[in-house]
């Protein structure tokens, strides 16, 4: 039996399809547009023809693989989080969020690919269409969250730089900005934070790049302006704030695992049947219960990413 | 005429018929706190997480604020303190239970099994464990009647929470995930508060063969 509480924030949910936030919304996005294709030329472009649409909350496309589970609320996903750069403990990067610059944001792409370069970030997402994900999210540190994301697949932007045949795994990189993020002046992890995917994993249409939450731009302390979603792993493979995408023949170097790995496998997909060595994986706390839920294979997501993984030993290769 | 100094004062105020009813609500006031953080729900997006840490933080701060009356009580001569050492080494013990407890039943549901492997397979538990264990003999033995009938023994067997202390301590620093600054502090505390009474030891010693 599950307790759920009702909590008072339980209403925000509302605020996702709130119409007036997304008309203000668009119109502010199309004003910058507007500068920004006046004003400046992109680093490098992948687009033949005129400035492109800016990307646009306003038009956001629902999809398939969103789960119907309750969502975790708004202030939950926007105060309860790890990103070290911003702070160690859980609400320090909601406070330091203002820290984070994010305008102007561009991504150096490089390594095995064959149309390397520095993208700004518009020129990089293929499409101003956005569509909804809700994802569970399954932390290393046994709680969850259900976030309904905004973003693009990942696999159709990497191939558009596309990746030469010698391009097994991509690599990619969180902004390295020590006079402004303080989490980066202790040495904790071996800055810049680093994560990396095998390519079909990449591929996959579950893994997503994303740019916003609940309908909006995303808040710093999430990972502005760009971050990972593989709903299948544990959270801290969802890399936040990227400015490097480096496409690699050997499996690269990803922070946590660099930092202990007895503790934290490259793949780190979510296992209940793997223990971390400080504790059980088994079960996992949904932000807003009180109980402890089953955690599932591949955080429920096994239908659809199981077979990515048939022959290998999931017990070694956590 | 007794003349006014610090030290008499002092004497006074510890010696107050109210003073062990006043740092009884004083202990009480972290689980009132946090208590009343849980039921308006201000302890952020995981309070189950919250109030066991805290009062996992609370029973360490306990034990420590318990090892420094001897020292205190020797560097200004208040003897007074020593009136307070039992009640707060308790209250050290019943914060050690509140935290147990959450994890029991919030964290783990009483899924036995699962806290039996939690105690084997994870070393800061395993030490966690064997700290909150070693505590119930000194809990069960704080009344007077258990002070006259075990007399010197008592004294021996109330060193135990030297061995409580650095198990806790460890058990904070094997559980933290990378940041060790919190643990540190509370170790560095301990280190001071144990060094104390070595060196005070190492001097009796001394003063005795010399």
């Known amino acids: ?318 | 005429m007794q003349a006014w100094t610090l030290k008499s004062f002092s004497e006074q105020v510890l010696r107050m018929r109210l003073g062990k009813p006043l740092v009884f609500a004083a202990c009480l006031v972290p689980l009132v706190c946090y208590g009343y953080w849980f039921f308006t729900d201000s302890l952020g997006a995981n309070p189950i997480e919250a109030i066991t840490r805290r009062a996992g933080d609370w029973a360490l701060r306990f034990l420590l604020i318990t090892l420094v009356i001897s020292p205190l009580r020797k560097l200004t001569g208040w003897h007074g303190l020593a009136r307070y050492r039992r009640m707060l080494g308790l209250f050290a013990f019943f914060y050690v239970c509140v935290h147990l407890s959450l994890y029991v039943t919030l964290d783990k549901f009483f899924d036995l099994a699962e806290i039996i492997e939690d105690v084997i397979d994870r070393p800061f538990i395993t030490v966690g464990f064997i700290a909150f264990v070693l505590l119930i003999p000194l809990a069960a033995t704080s009344t007077n009647r258990m002070v006259d009938v075990l007399q010197h023994r008592w004294t021996q067997l109330h060193r135990l929470v030297y061995v409580v202390a650095m198990l806790a301590v460890l058990h904070f620093w094997w559980m933290v995930k990378i940041d060790t600054r919190e643990p540190a502090i509370y170790a560095a505390v301990l280190t001071g508060l144990l060094g104390f009474r070595l060196t005070f030891y190492l001097k009796r010693k001394l003063q005795e063969t010399g």
């Open chain 1, 1 to 318: 039996m599950l307790l759920k509480t009702t909590r008072a924030y339980d209403i925000h949910e509302s605020q996702v399809t709130d119409e007036s936030l997304y008309r203000a919304r668009r119109k502010f996005m199309q004003g910058t547009a507007a500068l920004a294709g006046a004003s400046m030329l992109p680093a490098a472009s992948l687009w033949p023809g005129p400035a492109r649409a800016a990307i646009n909350f306003g038009d956001i496309e629902k999809s398939e693989f969103s789960t119907a589970e309750e969502l975790t609320s708004f202030e939950d996903i926007t105060s309860y989080n790890n990103f070290y750069e911003l702070g160690l403990k859980k609400g320090d990067p909601k406070r330091n969020a203002h820290r984070l610059v994010t305008k102007p944001w561009s991504i150096q792409v490089d390594g095995e690919c064959d149309k390397p370069g520095d993208y700004d970030l518009e020129d990089f997402i293929p499409t101003p269409k956005l569509e909804e994900r809700i994802y569970r999210l399954r932390c290393v540190e046994a709680w969850s969250m259900v976030i309904p994301w905004v973003g693009v697949e990942l696999g159709p932007v990497l191939k558009r730089f596309e990746p030469t045949s010698r391009a097994k795994y991509v690599q990619f990189f969180t902004l390295y900005d020590p006079k402004n993020l303080p989490g980066q002046r202790r040495s904790v992890l071996d800055w810049p934070y680093r994560e990396g995917l095998r390519m079909d994993e990449a591929m996959h249409p579950l893994t997503i790049l994303a740019m916003g939450l609940y309908g909006k731009e995303l808040p710093n302390q999430n990972g502005a302006p760009l971050r990972l979603v593989v709903p299948w792993k544990y959270g801290f493979k969802s890399i936040k704030s990227i400015v490097r995408i480096h496409f690699t023949e050997s499996q690269p170097a990803t922070s946590w695992n660099q930092s202990a790995p007895r503790e934290y496998g490259f793949y780190s997909n979510v296992n209940p049947a793997v223990n971390h060595p400080r504790w059980s994986q088994k079960r996992e706390r949904r932000i807003g219960e009180i109980l402890k839920r089953k955690t599932l294979p591949f955080n429920g997501y096994a239908e659809q990413v199981a077979d990515l993984y048939a022959g290998m030993d999931l017990k070694k290769l956590f």
